[in-house]
């Protein structure tokens, strides 16, 4: 079955960071079965991969794969009866292990026993090692028979032995002839020098002669026996000179250089480069570069002057083709997806409106770039791989392009810019907050510049890297012959002329709605409620849709500015509904114009100011329980002492009204607020009360006044 990579049986797949092959041994549909090529005295190792896979890594460029090259022939007739009979033997080998384990051979990289190898092995009287060394050759060489004459030829002169030290003669007698057991020694000095970044050859040579070339020597004083570990003499060890010479011929640049920084780095700084970074950039617009610096200065408040804020960070784009700075921001947010709209927002923005914030002025044509890039080329920071970045760029149409880690190369322009900020400004803020990596920097005590200092800093050198002259720009043939001088400007305006303008920002209202923060709200009876805060918009569809909602909630999806949440965008019918806060919920519009890491700042005051209660709560309540439970306890225990009795329900109007003008009289206004005036206490006698006399006969009465009469009852009390 083909494949769109002509991919086959024979074929390398170059792994490019660790340059290691593998040999295509087998094809079946879109797997492919692999052996990786090294020394066939090592071990078998079969990989299988995968036509997505392998098509994943093409494009990442991680692989490469390089054609089959049969090109060595053989006539059987001619060869010799010696070399015939070992070239049969050996395929009769590879026919039997393929019978056996093929076509795929995973069961020959196992560890389980191979009773063919070991069938073979007696039937020619050979070792099982070379048995599996003709196959692995076999194997390796991607199936081709000429793999499988015997290998006669003369022998490396790197195998040779020696009786004397090669090369010019020593002034002194030291060194000893290069012999076999010597290379096995030095090749465990090369593992130990690329073991790590800190074995340097000195270091290597004293291991060496510490485990190789010491003997042990036995002294017996008088007072015991002394055991010391001596180093033989120099004609019987190797120099260093000898040892590194060995090491070099047989470690490869490549190697030593891996191992004494990493991989890393030796791609990001030794790597061959095959083009310049305007490979593949179709003109102004196409390709920016992104990325975030935190500056070498320490600021201040602007608010308070006396408090220090650290650094600043700055956000810039590159315009790769003309080297024209598109977008620039200054914040306090670093790897995070605000800082990426922070910068992002200036494409959109009115630079002049912009500069006049900090006292500039802007003339017409130095830094109107209101664009939308084809493509944003940045590091692979958090904010860039987040899924609202990607969100923003997909809604934007614009492709997200991440280097490799620790590739700074790959995004050179937007980093030499950051060099050339630093080298205008430092001499200037030396001694009033600069950074540097001195014990006696004392940055923080001499800040003196604020946010808006560096951002007339940065515009500043935004506008004259604009206008001026790049030495080193790779200019063409038409650029000279048109006079274009290779300023960023210049070319900006020439490779519109030539490529055509790049995507202009028209709706800013779609622009300002892709760059808004995703969240989801929900539609209630109270409106649109977001994270305890609630909105409302004069729109007749969200109208509808409140009154459909009555008790329940809706799901609705909204963007949100994190530097204002004061209003909530959605889409409904098209069209763009923008809903700010109630004003009429207690609490609610203060937040108008407010952060949102303002607001949780506030959300988490307020949960702290709740939690502070908590345990006094928890006490209220059980104390609450407490009193109640005793209240019906004794309720209890005098309904248990009470008489049961079957006219317990009957006469219960009657009961309750009884009931009723009881409590009310107990219940006064005047015992309610003590207001009732208490009547005088009447003094009372122990003894038993004098029985009245009969009243005398009305015709013997007398008429008398009234405090006669009271005086005369007094009298008889």
Same mark, same amino acid.
């Given at each position: 079955?083909?494949?769109?990579?002509?991919?086959?049986?024979?074929?390398?797949?170059?792994?490019?960071?660790?340059?290691?092959?593998?040999?295509?041994?087998?094809?079946?549909?879109?797997?492919?079965?692999?052996?990786?090529?090294?020394?066939?005295?090592?071990?078998?190792?079969?990989?299988?991969?995968?036509?997505?896979?392998?098509?994943?890594?093409?494009?990442?460029?991680?692989?490469?794969? !390089?054609?089959?090259?049969?090109?060595?022939?053989?006539?059987?007739?001619?060869?010799?009866?010696?070399?015939?009979?070992?070239?049969?033997?050996?395929?009769?080998?590879?026919?039997? @292990?393929?019978?056996?384990?093929?076509?795929? &051979?995973?069961?020959?990289?196992?560890?389980?026993?191979?009773?063919?190898?070991?069938?073979?092995?007696?039937?020619?009287?050979?070792?099982?090692?070379?048995?599996?060394?003709?196959?692995?050759?076999?194997?390796?060489?991607?199936?081709?028979?000429?793999?499988?004459?015997?290998?006669? $030829?003369?022998?490396?002169?790197?195998?040779?032995?020696?009786?004397?030290?090669?090369?010019?003669?020593?002034?002194?007698?030291?060194?000893?002839?290069?012999?076999?057991?010597?290379?096995?020694?030095?090749?465990?000095?090369?593992?130990? &020098?690329?073991?790590?970044?800190?074995?340097?050859?000195?270091?290597?040579?004293?291991?060496?002669?510490?485990?190789?070339?010491? #003997?042990?020597?036995?002294?017996?004083?008088?007072?015991?026996?002394?055991?010391?570990?001596?180093?033989?003499?120099?004609?019987?060890?190797?120099?260093?000179?000898?040892?590194?010479?060995?090491?070099?011929?047989?470690?490869?640049?490549?190697?030593?250089?891996?191992?004494?920084?990493?991989?890393?780095?030796?791609?990001?700084?030794?790597?061959?480069?095959?083009?310049?970074?305007?490979?593949?950039?179709?003109?102004?617009?196409?390709?920016?570069?992104?990325?975030?610096?935190?500056?070498?200065?320490?600021?201040?408040?602007?608010?308070?002057?006396?408090?220090?804020?650290?650094?600043?960070?700055? !956000?810039?784009?590159?315009?790769?083709?003309?080297?024209?700075?598109?977008?620039?921001? @200054?914040?306090?947010?670093?790897?995070?997806?605000?800082?990426?709209?922070?910068?992002?927002?200036?494409?959109?923005?009115?630079?002049?409106?912009?500069?006049?914030?900090?006292?500039?002025?802007?003339?017409?044509?130095?830094?109107?770039?209101?664009?939308?890039?084809?493509?944003?080329?940045?590091?692979?920071?958090?904010?860039?791989?987040?899924?609202? #970045?990607?969100?923003?760029?997909?809604?934007?149409?614009?492709?997200?392009?991440?280097?490799?880690?620790?590739? $700074?190369?790959?995004?050179?322009?937007?980093?030499? +810019?950051?060099?050339?900020? !630093?080298? @205008?400004?430092?001499?200037?803020?030396?001694?009033?907050?600069?950074?540097?990596?001195?014990?006696?920097?004392?940055?923080?005590?001499?800040?003196?510049?604020?946010?808006?200092?560096?951002?007339?800093? @940065?515009?500043?050198?935004?506008?004259? !890297?604009?206008?001026?002259?790049?030495?080193?720009?790779?200019?063409?043939?038409?650029?000279?012959?048109?006079?274009?001088?290779?300023?960023?400007?210049?070319?900006?305006?020439?490779?519109?002329?030539?490529?055509?303008?790049?995507?202009?920002?028209?709706?800013?209202?779609?622009?300002?709605?892709?760059?808004?923060?995703?969240?989801?709200?929900?539609?209630?009876?109270?409106?649109?409620?977001?994270?305890?805060?609630?909105?409302?918009?004069?729109?007749?569809?969200?109208?509808?849709?409140?009154?459909?909602?009555?008790?329940?909630?809706?799901?609705?999806?909204?963007?949100?500015?994190?530097?204002?949440?004061?209003?909530?965008?959605?889409?409904?019918?098209?069209?763009?509904?923008?809903?700010? +806060?109630?004003?009429?919920?207690?609490?609610?519009?203060?937040?108008?114009?407010?952060?949102?890491?303002?607001?949780?700042?506030?959300?988490?005051?307020?949960?702290?100011?709740?939690?502070?209660?908590?345990?006094?709560?928890?006490?209220?309540?059980?104390?609450?329980?407490?009193?109640?439970?005793?209240?019906?306890?004794?309720?209890?225990?005098?309904?248990?002492?009470?008489?049961?009795?079957?006219?317990?329900?009957?006469?219960?109007?009657?009961?309750?009204?009884?009931?009723?003008?009881?409590?009310?009289?107990?219940?006064?206004?005047?015992?309610?607020?003590?207001?009732?005036?208490?009547?005088?206490?009447?003094?009372?006698?122990?003894?038993?009360?004098?029985?009245?006399?009969?009243?005398?006969?009305?015709?013997?009465?007398?008429?008398?006044?009234?405090?006669?009469?009271?005086?005369?009852?007094?009298?008889?009390?």
């Amino acid at each position: 079955m083909s494949n769109p990579f002509n991919l086959k049986v024979g074929s390398i797949i170059h792994e490019m960071e660790s340059n290691i092959d593998h040999r295509v041994i087998y094809e079946n549909g879109d797997c492919f079965i692999t052996i990786l090529m090294h020394s066939p005295k090592s071990k078998v190792i079969i990989n299988e991969w995968y036509s997505e896979m392998i098509r994943n890594l093409l494009e990442n460029r991680e692989i490469v794969i !390089h054609e089959p090259k049969y090109d060595k022939v053989f006539d059987e007739d001619t060869l010799s009866s010696k070399e015939k009979e070992l070239y049969l033997r050996n395929k009769d080998i590879v026919d039997m @292990v393929r019978k056996a384990y093929g076509p795929c &051979y995973f069961e020959l990289a196992s560890r389980k026993e191979k009773p063919c190898i070991k069938e073979l092995s007696k039937k020619y009287k050979i070792t099982t090692r070379t048995v599996l060394y003709i196959v692995k050759s076999y194997l390796m060489s991607g199936l081709d028979p000429y793999s499988l004459l015997p290998k006669a $030829g003369k022998k490396s002169k790197g195998k040779m032995n020696y009786e004397k030290k090669t090369g010019r003669p020593p002034m002194f007698e030291a060194g000893m002839p290069l012999t076999n057991e010597l290379r096995e020694i030095f090749d465990d000095c090369c593992k130990h &020098y690329l073991s790590g970044r800190e074995k340097s050859y000195s270091t290597t040579y004293d291991w060496m002669l510490t485990k190789y070339f010491t #003997v042990r020597v036995e002294m017996q004083p008088e007072n015991g026996v002394i055991i010391r570990q001596k180093l033989l003499p120099i004609d019987q060890r190797p120099t260093q000179n000898q040892m590194e010479t060995y090491i070099r011929k047989n470690t490869s640049t490549k190697e030593r250089s891996i191992c004494k920084t990493s991989k890393r780095e030796y791609r990001n700084n030794e790597r061959m480069l095959r083009a310049d970074n305007l490979c593949n950039v179709q003109g102004p617009g196409d390709l920016f570069e992104m990325d975030e610096v935190e500056m070498d200065v320490s600021i201040v408040s602007e608010a308070d002057q006396t408090k220090v804020i650290g650094r600043p960070i700055v !956000h810039a784009m590159v315009d790769v083709y003309s080297r024209m700075i598109a977008a620039v921001s @200054v914040s306090l947010e670093n790897n995070s997806v605000l800082g990426f709209t922070n910068c992002l927002l200036n494409l959109g923005e009115d630079n002049k409106q912009l500069c006049r914030r900090f006292g500039l002025e802007l003339n017409d044509g130095l830094w109107d770039i209101n664009v939308l890039p084809n493509r944003i080329r940045s590091d692979r920071g958090s904010e860039y791989r987040s899924k609202e #970045v990607k969100r923003i760029c997909n809604e934007l149409d614009i492709t997200l392009e991440l280097v490799p880690p620790a590739m $700074g190369s790959l995004k050179g322009q937007v980093e030499q +810019l950051f060099h050339q900020y !630093h080298s @205008v400004q430092n001499d200037l803020i030396e001694g009033r907050g600069l950074i540097t990596k001195r014990h006696d920097s004392n940055h923080h005590k001499t800040a003196i510049l604020t946010l808006g200092d560096i951002w007339v800093f @940065v515009i500043n050198q935004t506008i004259a !890297h604009n206008m001026m002259t790049m030495a080193e720009y790779p200019m063409t043939r038409d650029m000279v012959y048109k006079s274009v001088h290779p300023i960023p400007l210049e070319i900006w305006d020439y490779g519109c002329r030539k490529f055509g303008a790049p995507r202009p920002i028209t709706n800013l209202d779609q622009f300002e709605y892709s760059i808004r923060r995703e969240v989801s709200a929900r539609i209630t009876r109270k409106g649109i409620e977001w994270n305890g805060l609630f909105y409302i918009a004069n729109d007749p569809w969200l109208a509808e849709q409140i009154t459909m909602a009555k008790g329940n909630s809706v799901p609705l999806k909204c963007r949100l500015d994190e530097r204002n949440v004061g209003s909530l965008w959605f889409i409904a019918g098209n069209r763009l509904v923008k809903a700010g +806060l109630n004003q009429n919920r207690a609490g609610n519009f203060e937040f108008n114009g407010k952060s949102l890491r303002a607001y949780e700042e506030f959300k988490a005051k307020k949960k702290e100011l709740i939690k502070e209660k908590a345990q006094e709560d928890q006490e209220i309540r059980c104390a609450r329980r407490m009193g109640m439970e005793a209240t019906m306890n004794d309720a209890v225990r005098i309904a248990n002492n009470t008489v049961p009795s079957d006219s317990k329900t009957k006469n219960i109007r009657k009961n309750r009204k009884e009931e009723s003008i009881t409590f009310m009289e107990s219940n006064t206004i005047g015992s309610r607020l003590n207001t009732e005036e208490t009547p005088p206490m009447i003094p009372m006698n122990d003894t038993e009360p004098e029985v009245l006399a009969e009243p005398e006969s009305q015709n013997n009465s007398e008429i008398v006044s009234f405090d006669e009469a009271l005086a005369k009852i007094m009298e008889k009390m």
